[in-house]
């Protein structure tokens, strides 16, 4: 059972920047602890290029991951994941059995709109 989290202000919500990204390149990332990929997500001329470590392997496939609109927070600390650098955190919710589907709009935004 998952508990609702405590109550925030709006202006907490407002520092979590979140942004449409489209993949633009996607690979196995075999040193990871967990099976997942490494992605290059082009949030637009504001934000630009960048890489996220995304536990995806489940319902996804790279061939199928580039030309994708993607959900991530844009302005966390980069992390360390084993070799590689992630610099957002690729969003998506877990399926029944807790395997990532990703968030993705439902149609074509502009790179690097901010969810509101």
């Known amino acids: 059972m998952t508990v609702v989290a405590d109550p925030i202000a709006f202006d907490d919500f407002m520092k979590v ?4 990204g489209r993949v633009v390149a996607a690979e196995p990332f075999p040193e990871a602890r ?14 630009g290029l960048k890489r996220s ?24 600390p980069p992390r360390q ?16 059995d ?3 589907v990703l968030v993705q709009p439902e149609r ?6 901010r969810l509101f």
């Open 34 to 47: 967990k099976p997942a990929f490494k992605l290059t997500i082009d949030f637009g001329p504001d934000v």
């Open 98 to 100: 807790g395997e990532v």
């Open 81 to 96: 994941i084993g070799p590689f650098m992630s610099q957002v955190l690729t969003l998506g919710f877990p399926d029944a």
């Open 17 to 20: 920047d979140v942004r449409v």
């Open 53 to 76: 470590s995304a536990q995806i392997t489940r319902h996804y496939e790279v061939e199928g991951l580039v030309g994708r609109l993607v959900a991530a927070v844009v302005n966390f």
């Open 108 to 113: 074509d935004v502009p790179l690097g709109s």
